[in-house]
């Protein structure tokens, strides 16, 4: 199986597909091709949450805006899962939860560079580098339920990189009043098609916060932190933990970002009474 | 095959296709996750247009407004196929035309509930309940070409459902002057990505109507009854009879409801000269 | 293998994948359903860039405003691959494409009409008339690697078809002052989802133009002619040759068609200084 996650939306997957489809008979699953465009920071983000569901794979993803310059192509062992793609950010963070999800340990991952030779086009390396990468390790790295780390190593294409982008996603500060948790500052990662406007804030910072206590976002009226929407009526606010376990600020019904006032890389002060 | 229709865009569909791809290797094949948001009615719209052209499948549908809350998970069994949904009014309308494209009772239905236990989030149910239970359906009550109604029945996790949501779309009221038809009013229930405007009217509704035949909408303008677009001059508005079999109010190379000054959920009333 | 492609967004393609997946077991890929709408000639760009890279396939192509008129329904065979499509321009442009890359010549194409009796419906010719054909061509006129042109010929749906729109992409023209090119004048022919303004003029038309040089666009300020976006600061504008061999007016991580001014059917006036 090969996965394909982009920020190209349509229709240059399609030659990613093509390109895979001449190499290899390998089932394809289309992730997302509507990452955040150009960001591959917050494309980490949301790869990082849907990738580990899948069983081992081989993940092709392309959020690419330094393609044609001197950045690496790589390649991430995690546990049986390969992650493809360029090494500007977007691998690391997936790739660290593969490894979680299968066992593997998540901070010793493994990193090769893909030799680019020549490519036809030095705007598309979805379709001339990644694809290509993806194909070949899928069928000459392939155990016939994940990836070979013997023979992902052994692939001429590939060698060992010994320094990668490893950027870890900010961590929110925590305020406190002697024991007593006052506030989390952090901020907006993502934003999905719902209009939520997802936190860098984890689960376990806003553990002592009870259903149905209030908190404020950046100072604003306080609104209930709840468990699901519905526990608010419709078009009203609210906070929750969404179910990629970080903080988001939503509207049941409605945008969340509208009503916070809030986009991707904004500010969030969330404070409790 | 499993399909999977939701309203989630990108890319929490994802998650779902690897949740999926843990349990089965049947093909995956996307309905659409661009349905309706939030109003699972009008989904049903679309599920019951797009599903029937189907071989037997189990159908994995989520719009999913009152995730969270106790409305029930469901599956629903027509013909050989099935459907996976939220109890919501979603499942219902599809499935009543899958029956019937299959030759079997579209009344009687049988529905099963689906039981959830300790849900990994309260807000994303397509991953932690609707995906996992498509999965097991097709592994454990597939007779290699359809669902298997007994084998359904013996899963553990389901159990009869005596209620459900069985939610109809609104009929159109006829209007007559004696025998003749002069007008039928109804309501848009949904806009396709072409800014068509589908209404609740039935083709029969309008059997009557000639081709050529001039239409009022909600006392506009009288535009012509056409069989297909090009009937009339791009740029302007035609009403017709889509491939749905409900009458829709359209522009040639435009958006109906911006020509037409409708939108999904408003009253429409077709009068006739 | 079946590819699809068309203009419908969501959920119309879902009813040609079960149309086909009744008729057909072959594998189906999504090439693009967000073609741009009702635009045949400009659909039939992007199908000609991403098709050549799939392996010989049967291509079901719908970007259709004339359905329901008498326009014809038709099969290009190119190679080993077969284009299924309205007869409008959509086809003859990818199937010269994929004739080339399989090593036929892209001059002789082969055309059949497809017999359309008594469709459904009048506005849904992808459902009713090109999802079924293409299935019929996996079934009935495959070799197990491509389309077999006897099989084809003799499938009785199918007759030769004497005339079809072969419609060519515009040439842009060149402007010399003795041997030198000064300047060369096309048009917009699509945009892509990054805002990129891609134009007919073809990478030899600027190939005496050298990385660093600078063009004017339609009289604007000079950018830079360069080989990747970012070869240029973020927010700067650029000109390239793109990944599909056509001049592109781009910003990097921004939209040409902004910064320029520009849109699809534009005229574009490259000079050089």
Known sequence: MITLASDFGAPYPAAMKGVVRRRSDAELIDASHDLPRGDPHAAAFWLRFVLPEFPPAVHCAVVDPGVGTDRAAIVVLAGEHAVVAPDNGLAVPPARALAAATGADSEELEVFEIAVDDPTSATFHGRDV?????????????????????????????????????????????????????????????????????????????????????????????????????????????????????????????????????????????SFE
């Open 130 to 270: 990644f694809a290509p990468a993806a194909a070949r390790i899928r069928e000459d790295a392939w155990t016939g339920t994940g990836v070979d780390r013997e023979a992902l190593a052994a692939l001429p294409s590939l060698t060992p990189a010994d320094e990668y982008v490893d950027r870890r996603f900010p961590e929110p500060t925590v305020e406190r009043d002697g024991e007593a948790v006052v506030a989390v500052a952090g901020e907006v990662l993502v934003v999905d098609d719902f209009g939520n406007a997802i936190t860098n804030v984890p689960a376990d910072a806003v553990a002592a916060v009870e259903p149905g206590d209030r908190v404020r976002v950046n100072g604003g009226d306080p609104v209930p932190f709840v468990e699901t929407f519905a526990s608010v009526p419709q078009g009203d606010r609210l906070v929750t933990v969404g179910s990629h376990g970080h903080v988001e600020c939503d509207v049941n019904d409605g945008r969340g970002t509208d009503a916070f006032g809030v986009d991707a890389g904004d500010p969030v002060r969330l």
